[in-house]
């Protein structure tokens, strides 16, 4: 933005991957008909008392080793009181001043990197939806556990908040902290930002952003918000400290309400909760459990697999997804056969079912040995695409698959020669064209052929027939 300096800041809230509740027996997912996934502890009924989930402490834990930062060993939950409908205690049990951890970074790309302010664990608040006749309220989601990664404002650009988000989510993934699905709300992001003198050294007003549902749309409201102080700022007017809340549908920003600050809140130690108190051994085993992060295994995937860079990428964007495509290579199957059969034909063919990996009825080992027919001769390209969807919809091998559908793959030259000439008779025009030097032409007459044997007939022996005959001296 000419003559100024854009600064962005980002609070990211990241639902940790639990059965059940933060401090409650409750189940943690907040689908399913509303307030039917509520505990006592939930709505802050007399006589009862929060107990900390321990997978929580643990995810939140790896969440903050994954990021860099530094656990501190003994943090504490507090108090945040404020008034609102979807807040039926009256307060949020969150942290303060004694977070969980401290510190750590997150890769933004060109080999800078955003630092981190603080990561700390809270319980999220339930959901309200506005309606003609009034404002409902579900508390399905009330206590469910989160952690909120508070950037340092390092981000110069909504791109670079873009990518910073890429790389939190890929990385929370793949420690099996959340599954950050941002429709779903397990991941979701507000966004500060402010603009100051181009070489200046001193911050302007930040404005928070706030109903913002996938990492375009933070990068939209950012380069929108952008824009809009800009032109306040060159009018000479003034940025006011306020929450914007973004409309995707009209492109823009509406003010909602002005900014809290920290004592707006009336922070105190949570008395029903003692410190949370972290070992050496603890941590240790949180380490152990993160495993292999995206960037060792893309480079193992290079190293050993010798995998290019755009079959890389989409491979170690999930952790389940290469942990897939390994088996189907364990089993048998040439690297990079199965990551063009899983990227190139699997994938899609699942997502036009609507059927996730996990859910098909083709296993790697399954996969691996449909290569192993294609790789043997026994099956065509074509005829082999033809098995694999035989495959989805019904529990049989490739091999009873194959029988099934008499797919097996034709390469008898007394057999495909009459459909050769068939073909060279069809298309004359196609013939001519070959002859005259035009390659391209040869695909319409092996296209003939292979309609004619439903993909069956092997494209080396229909090539080496139609280019005998076509050379042929014509009688």
Not at 126 to 155: C, F, Y
Not at 165 to 175: I, K, S
Not at 188 to 202: E, F, K, Q, V, Y
């Amino acid at each position: 933005m000419t003559g100024y300096t854009t600064v962005i800041g980002l609070e990211v809230h990241v639902q940790l991957a639990t059965k059940s509740k933060l401090f409650s027996p409750a189940p943690a997912k907040a689908l399913g008909d509303p307030n039917t996934r509520v505990h006592p502890v939930d709505l802050g009924l007399p006589g009862v008392l929060p107990r900390p989930n321990r997978h929580a402490i643990e995810l939140a834990t790896r969440a903050a080793l994954v990021l860099g930062a530094e656990v501190q060993r003994e943090s504490e939950f507090a108090r945040k009181h404020y008034f609102y409908p979807d807040l039926p205690k009256g307060y949020q049990i969150s942290q303060f001043d004694r977070p969980l951890a401290l510190g750590g970074t997150v890769p933004i790309g060109g080999g800078r990197s955003c630092r981190l302010h603080r990561l700390h664990v809270e319980e999220d608040a339930g959901k309200l939806s506005h309606t003609g006749v009034g404002t409902l309220v579900d508390l399905n989601r009330a206590g469910v556990p989160l952690v909120e990664i508070v950037s340092e404002p390092d981000l110069r650009t909504p791109a670079e908040a873009h990518a910073f988000l890429r790389h939190l989510r890929e990385v929370m993934r793949f420690a099996g902290v959340s599954d950050c699905d941002l429709e779903l709300g397990s991941m979701r992001c507000d966004a500060n930002i402010s603009l100051m003198p181009a070489g200046s050294d001193t911050f302007g007003t930040k404005v928070e952003l706030k109903n913002l549902n996938s990492l375009k749309m933070v990068q939209r409201a950012l380069a929108y918000e952008q824009r809009r102080q800009a032109a306040v700022l060159a009018a000479g007017g003034r940025i006011l400290a306020e929450t914007r809340g973004w409309h995707d549908e009209l492109g823009e920003s509406r003010s909602q309400r002005s900014k809290e600050q920290a004592p707006d809140y009336r922070y105190l130690p949570e008395p029903d909760l003692p410190p949370l108190v972290l070992d050496e051994a603890f941590l240790a085993r949180q380490r152990e459990q993160i495993g292999e992060l995206p960037e060792q295994r893309r480079e193992r995937y290079r190293t050993s697999f010798g995998l290019g860079d755009h079959d890389v990428a989409a491979l170690a964007r999930d952790r389940a997804l290469g942990d897939w495509f390994e088996r189907v290579v364990t089993a048998g199957a040439d690297a990079k056969s199965a990551c063009n059969w899983l990227l190139e034909d699997l994938l899609p063919a699942l997502r036009e079912r609507g059927l996730a990996l996990a859910d098909a009825k083709v296993s790697p080992a399954k996969l691996a040995a449909l290569i192993a027919l294609l790789d043997a001769g026994t099956l065509t390209r074509t005829t082999a695409r033809k098995v694999l969807h035989h495959l989805l919809a019904h529990d049989v091998s490739p091999q009873r698959a194959l029988a099934e559908l008499a797919l097996a793959r034709i390469a008898d030259e007394e057999t495909l020669a009459p459909l050769v000439d068939a073909a060279i008779a069809a298309l004359p025009a196609a013939v001519e064209a070959v002859r005259a030097g035009k390659e391209k032409a040869l695909d319409a007459l092996k296209g003939h052929v292979m309609r004619q044997t439903r993909g069956r007939a092997d494209h080396e022996v229909v090539d080496r027939l139609l280019r005998a005959a076509i050379e042929s001296p014509e009688p």
